[in-house]
T-cell receptor
Framework: DTGVSQDPRHKITKRGQNVTFRCDPI?????LYWYRQTLGQGPEFLTY????????KSRLLSDRFSAERPKGSFSTLEIQRTEQGDSAMYLC??????????????FGPGTRLTVL | QKEVEQDPGPLSVPEGAIVSLNCTYS??????FMWYRQYSRKGPELLMY????GNKEDGRFTAQVDKSSKYISLFIRDSQPSDSATYLC???????????FGAGTQVVVTP
């Protein structure tokens, strides 16, 4: 399977614990995005990387959130001291930015986080 | 007020009917307009994108963008039960940019 993969698919944690999610983009895609989707809402942008550089962060991404993309390959999203409000689906997407007219973002299946 | 507004539905139609979905937006910087389909507990998948104003057709799907009214639409002809999903509109200012999504409309096509 050559699509975007995310691990784990589901995570249940207790409030105050730290969690880390992984995203493996489509091979050679140079841009990687993280979004968060709560029940009944569309995905909301969190941050994106161009290769290993984090170029933009949403104000939704509080100090408890950190994302990395070492070597411009896979990415991790860590949430420290989780709160019940962090419960959501965390989606990763990747794209190959070229000079073409549109650069489609391909989404992974998401990691569903439940904070008890 | 959200930048992108979309009626969450649910929208229930009989098989074979035309499904009509729409979104309004407030940010005039948006140039790219997309429709994604999302099945339960799955990631969104791109159905169609349109650059600037105009119409675009792909099989049973037609997307329309009216930038002067800040209004976009998606029509699904000859709807099938397999079309039952949540349809998300999304927009961006640049082809590579972050996406701003609507809330999604749940569509149910009954046999």
């Amino acid at each position: 399977d050559t699509g975007v993969s995310q691990d784990p698919r589901h995570k249940i944690t207790k409030r105050g614990q730290n969690v880390t999610f992984r995203c493996d983009p489509i091979s050679e895609h140079n841009r990687l995005y993280w979004y968060r989707q709560t029940l009944g809402q569309g995905p909301e942008f969190l941050t994106y990387f161009q290769n290993e550089a984090q170029l933009e962060k949403s104000r939704l991404l509080s100090d408890r959130f950190s994302a990395e993309r070492p070597k411009g390959s896979f990415s991790t999203l860590e949430i420290q001291r989780t709160e019940q409000g962090d419960s959501a689906m965390y989606l990763c997407a990747s794209s190959l930015v070229t000079a073409s007219s549109y650069n489609e973002q391909f989404f992974g299946p998401g990691t569903r986080l439940t904070v008890l | 007020q959200k930048e992108v507004e979309q009626d969450p539905g649910p929208l229930s139609v009989p098989e074979g009917a035309i499904v009509s979905l729409n979104c309004t937006y407030s940010n005039s910087a948006f140039q790219y307009f997309m429709w994604y389909r999302q099945y339960s507990r799955k990631g969104p998948e791109l159905l169609m994108y349109t650059y600037s104003s105009g119409n675009k057709e792909d099989g049973r799907f037609t997307a329309q963008v009216d930038k002067s009214s800040k209004y976009i639409s998606l029509f699904i002809r000859d709807s099938q039960p397999s079309d039952s999903a949540t349809y998300l509109c999304a927009m961006s200012a640049f082809s590579w940019g972050k996406l701003q999504f609507g809330a999604g409309t749940q569509v149910v096509v009954t046999p």
